[in-house]
């Protein structure tokens, strides 16, 4: 098997990936070679909880009117068992399962079998087929990117069902919530199943494989970095945007038809949660062939933490803030309305700004202008699992002179802004801020980790100029 074949004793490795006196990016790329206890016990956590968060949450909006607390206190009293709150939980239906195959496999056929057009006669956008980073392995995969287009068919279909055609009700994602929860599970837990196998006996690149040895490890941050079924059905980049991130605007349009229907009107507070989380969504597909570059696509292996966490947990708690407005609907003043949607669009601003920056210095070698002079860098070196050895430059200039992760900040501040449209009567829509929070201070650890292995002293050069992770001055 590939293990065997591809994984080098822990000596090796240190006597062959030594640069600027550590350990290089062979090491480092990816995962963890090894597991620790405090990283198994995570592991174990969350294969165990997270399906039960997502759940919890939806069934405190279904039978509590989003009280996170209710359900506990009704049950620590007595008041409720467990096979109570169980019984009232809608089950898996045939219709939810026939709305779900068909999601699924429209998605599969925009993303495989229609060619990218957009970048025909879009300006600025690059879509069609673009190379993504090198592997550790130092192989180059090219990628089909048209998720702008499938979520602009998407989109036209579902106005024009609205208005024209009247197949089905705007609201029938929301009349179907709970079951289509039951089908998204069964996806996500049928694609890591299978992506574990296919890890172990016929991977696409046995090279950019890593086995720790440990299962549960393995099962959730995954064995392979790309798995691909032919040429151009590649796991990771379907999964991450397609089908969670263009059913997103989706649920939000089904929430607001459903307070149209309950209330006669849908609020300003749900419009602005579809306007800010709308853009974002926008955003990504717009600069899809920039995400190839990000860490989802050039670091991390693809297991149940992406397989399940895309299918179920995107799609249900990043969405709960319109869930919420359902059950609470929230007028905002016009003083507050306007303070979210400045928040909202300020962070996004921050982080488009902050990213494009990143961007065009990249893509120009530095040949650029940041704020109106040229930038600002340092140069280091790593070398790939093949022994070649490239050379990187740091920005230090802009908004990354700010601080080393100030597009998470936007991001945060956006995040914010969802939650704050929705009042403050509940604390349920704000688990998405504490979420973001923990996911992107977490992530700004484990990049900087590995960056840290794969630059050495270069890396320990630019926190030195760049000592601020998220908030300058604080963090």
């Known amino acids: 098997m590939a293990a065997h074949q591809e994984k080098k004793p822990s000596e090796e490795r240190k006597r062959k990936n030594t640069q600027n006196g550590l350990r290089t990016s062979q090491v480092q790329w990816g995962r963890a070679w090894e597991v620790d206890w405090f990283s198994l016990a995570s592991i174990l956590f969350l294969l165990a909880f997270a399906p039960l968060i997502v759940y919890y949450f939806i069934m405190s909006c279904d039978q509590y009117q989003c009280s996170l607390t209710d359900p506990l206190i009704a049950l620590l009293t007595g008041n409720k068992h467990l096979s109570d709150i169980w019984?009232?939980?809608?089950?898996?239906?045939?219709?939810?399962?026939?709305?779900?195959?068909l999601w699924v496999a429209f998605q599969v056929f925009l993303y495989v079998f229609i060619p990218d057009f957009c970048h025909k006669f879009l300006p600025g956008y690059v879509g069609g087929v673009q190379e993504g980073a090198v592997t550790p392995a130092g192989a180059v995969n090219k990628y089909e990117i048209n998720g702008l287009q499938a979520w602009i068919i998407?989109?036209?279909?579902?106005?024009?069902?609205?208005?024209?055609f009247h197949w089905f009700s705007p609201t029938i994602i929301f009349d179907n919530w709970i079951p289509l929860l039951w089908c998204a599970n069964i996806l996500g837990y049928a694609v890591s199943n299978f992506a574990m196998i296919k890890g172990y006996f016929f991977p696409t690149s046995a090279k950019d494989c890593k086995f720790t040895g440990n299962f549960f490890y393995d099962y959730m941050m995954g064995i392979e970095f790309n798995p691909r079924i032919g040429k151009w059905f590649d796991f990771k980049l379907f999964f991450n945007g397609r089908p969670g991130i263009v059913a997103w605007t989706l649920i939000n349009l089904s929430y607001a038809a459903k307070q149209q229907e309950l209330y006669g009107q849908v609020t300003n507070s749900m419009i602005l949660v579809n306007v800010l989380q709308g853009i974002y969504v926008l955003d990504f597909f717009w600069n899809e062939a920039w995400y190839l570059k990000t860490i989802d696509i050039c670091h991390d292996h693809f297991g149940w933490y992406l397989g399940w966490g895309d299918c179920v947990w995107l799609p249900y708690l990043y969405t709960l803030q319109g869930l919420y407005l359902v059950y609470h609907p929230v007028q905002l003043g016009t003083a507050n309305a306007i303070g979210v949607l400045m928040l909202g669009l300020i962070g996004y601003y921050i982080f488009r700004t902050t990213n494009h920056q990143k961007d065009l210095f990249r893509r120009t070698n530095g040949n650029c202008k940041i704020w109106g002079k040229k930038p600002e860098y340092i140069e280091c070196s790593y070398m790939s699992v093949d022994g070649t050895k490239y050379y990187s430059k740091l920005m230090t200039s802009g908004f990354w002179g700010w601080a080393r992760h100030f597009n998470y900040t936007g991001d945060l501040m956006g995040s914010l802004a969802y939650c704050l449209a929705c009042g403050f009567e509940?604390?349920?829509?704000?688990?998405?801020?504490?979420?973001?929070?923990?996911?992107?201070?977490h992530r700004c650890i484990r990049d900087e980790h590995r960056c840290f292995s794969k630059y050495g002293k270069d890396w320990k050069r630019y926190t030195s100029a760049v000592p601020y992770r998220l908030i300058p001055g604080i963090f």
């Open 154 to 164: 998407t989109h036209m279909l579902w106005f024009a069902n609205a208005y024209y």
């Open 87 to 101: 019984n009232k939980t809608p089950t898996l239906t045939y219709r939810a399962a026939g709305i779900y195959t």
């Open 426 to 441: 509940h604390i349920l829509p704000y688990f998405y801020i504490v979420y973001m929070t923990i996911l992107l201070t």
